[in-house]
């Protein structure tokens, strides 16, 4: 019988070797795709994220300024009715759009109108400070008006009518008719049919690794609805009535290290080093406001 042949211990080295490149590039793909998972989940949470901040914009800001005037002046004075002393909030912003520095933190500030379906049965002359009586087609939305001079400063007691460039402060909803007792700071027109329109406001601004959204509107102090903004830069050209919205949004790991190392594109401004241990993404969003 032949007598059977071993391997030989240069054959065995070489398979070794093979197994060993063969093994070390089999790790080092399943790291990369790992690595590359995680870079994706960050991305696509922190893409989520702007999309909800500017989902959440998206309503007032399509609607802002709409019966209000636009410049500074006008705005502030609108709010300002002979024969009352205390004025609301807004009567202080620059107008129904404006941006805030406070301790280096910016703040967007935005007046807009929730829409009703009642409409104005007939046109209507307002002179200034003078009450009147109008009105309405349609179920008055009375469960959302404060009505009454003792609260001039909260906005809820505020309408406005988009054809018209001056708010209406509500003395008063008259019982068993469909008509609103108000009065406006200066001569103004309601056009028949125009719709009856309620005025509300909010600030908002990022802070802490949270976007805060506070509702001037009642005062009821600012709340978070947005984890992982680490900032938030807001641009507005009041000439062109356009505003521009930029976010620098966190992915959802923290890691021990800095992870990153250059500013996102879009982004301008500083990064803090927490924040540089998440990975970020920056988002802009433009919006012209039509009112």
Not at 256 to 281: A, C, F, K, M, Q
Request: proline letters at 4%; aromatic letters at 10%.
């Amino acid at each position: 019988m032949k007598k059977g042949r071993a391997f030989t211990l240069t054959e065995l080295l070489i398979v070794a070797v093979i197994v060993a490149i063969v093994g070390g590039a089999g790790v080092s793909l399943l790291y990369a795709f790992l690595q590359h998972e995680e870079l994706v989940k960050d991305t696509t949470v922190a893409h989520q994220r702007g999309e909800t901040v500017m989902a959440v914009l998206e309503r007032p800001l399509l609607h802002a300024g709409l019966g209000v005037p636009d410049d500074k002046a006008g705005f502030q004075s609108a709010f300002k009715i002979g024969g009352y002393s205390l004025y609301p909030e807004v009567a202080s912003w620059d107008g129904p759009v404006s941006v805030k520095n406070i301790s280096s933190i910016e703040r967007l500030r935005v007046v807009y109108v929730v829409l009703t379906y009642c409409a104005a049965e007939e046109s209507c002359d307002v002179t200034s400070g003078d009450p009147v009586e109008v009105s309405f087609e349609g179920e008055l939305p009375s469960g959302q008006i404060l009505a009454g001079g003792g609260n001039i400063r909260n906005l809820k007691s505020w309408v406005a009518f988009p054809a018209s460039k001056l708010p209406f402060f509500v003395e008063g909803i008259v019982v068993y008719s469909n008509k609103i007792r108000f009065r406006a700071s200066g001569h103004v027109f309601i056009a028949q049919y125009d719709r009856l329109c309620l005025v509300r406001a909010i600030e908002v601004y990022a802070y802490s690794g949270f976007f805060y959204v506070e509702d001037v509107t009642a005062g009821s102090g600012r709340q978070p609805v947005v984890e992982g903004i680490a900032s938030a830069k807001f641009e507005y050209d009041n000439d062109k009535g356009t505003l521009a919205v930029t976010l620098l949004c966190r992915g959802a790991k923290r890691y021990d290290r800095e992870v990153t190392t250059e500013n996102p594109p879009l982004w301008e401004g500083e990064i803090s080093d927490e924040d540089r241990h998440y990975r970020l993404i920056a988002m802009r969003k433009i919006w012209r406001v039509r009112n």
